[in-house]
T-cell receptor, first 114, second 110 residues
Framework: DGGITQSPKYLFRKEGQNVTLSCEQN?????MYWYRQDPGQGLRLIYY???????QKGDIAEGYSVSREKKESFPLTVTSAQKNPTAFYLC?????????????FGPGTRLTVL | KQEVTQIPAALSVPEGENLVLNCSFT??????LQWFRQDPGKGLTSLLL?????REQTSGRLNASLDKSSGRSTLYIAASQPGDSATYLC?????????FGKGTRLSVIA
């Protein structure tokens, strides 16, 4: 089946620890994205990558880091510098058509800091 | 900076009713607008994408329109069903990746 997978579904972390969220896609999409969603809020862009070995900061990149070593994978690390990391994290991907850029989403990872 | 607003924030309707969800955006220089559905605790499902050159898109009971010059889009749901209950999110793409509204939480009562 083609799609986007995120793991784990639920993640618990102690304060001061770094944690890495996984995102994998087998859609052969060029671009990948990470968003954060808080209760009652829309999605906010953390980082995005339009090509392997390149990525750009979104609106709320502070306290997060990413890598894009393979086209299929775009892991997100939540570092101890992120002051309020408890949230629902969503990964997405899209194929660049030149005219539009339809995004498809994974099932999300819920991170809770204890 | 692009801002996207969705009205109403929540909506409750009886089954069978036709309904309209509204989305407005501040910068009309967009490439496309996308409507999503989100069930509680789940990821987003893409419903419709309207390119900037298009006026509307249809999929089954859903119809989305776009008026780029006025910065508005509507999502029309015909003959609503309890299974339509979810949060509906609107997002626009311009020179930056998608910017999202906060969504409209829809409840369809049987």
């Amino acid at each position: 089946d083609g799609g986007i997978t995120q793991s784990p579904k639920y993640l618990f972390r102690k304060e001061g620890q770094n944690v890495t969220l996984s995102c994998e896609q087998n859609l052969n999409h060029d671009a990948m994205y990470w968003y954060r969603q808080d209760p009652g809020q829309g999605l906010r862009l953390i980082y995005y990558s339009q090509i392997v070995n390149d990525f750009q900061k979104g609106d709320i990149a502070e306290g997060y880091s990413v890598s894009r070593e393979k086209k299929e994978s775009f892991p997100l690390t939540v570092t101890s510098a992120q002051k309020n990391p408890t949230a629902f994290y969503l990964c997405a991907s899209s194929i660049e058509t030149g005219t539009y850029n339809e995004q498809f989403f994974g099932p999300g990872t819920r991170l809770t800091v204890l | 900076k692009q801002e996207v607003t969705q009205i109403p924030a929540a909506l409750s309707v009886p089954e069978g009713e036709n309904l309209v969800l509204n989305c407005s955006f501040t910068d009309s220089a967009i490439y496309n607008l996308q409507w999503f559905r989100q069930d509680p605790g789940k990821g987003l499902t893409s419903l419709l994408l309207i390119q900037s050159s298009q006026r509307e898109q249809t999929s089954g009971r859903l119809n989305a329109s776009l008026d780029k010059s006025s910065g508005r889009s509507t999502l029309y749901i015909a003959a609503s069903q309890p299974g339509d209950s979810a949060t509906y999110l609107c997002a626009v793409e311009g020179n930056t990746p998608l910017v999202f509204g906060k969504g409209t939480r829809l409840s369809v009562i049987a």
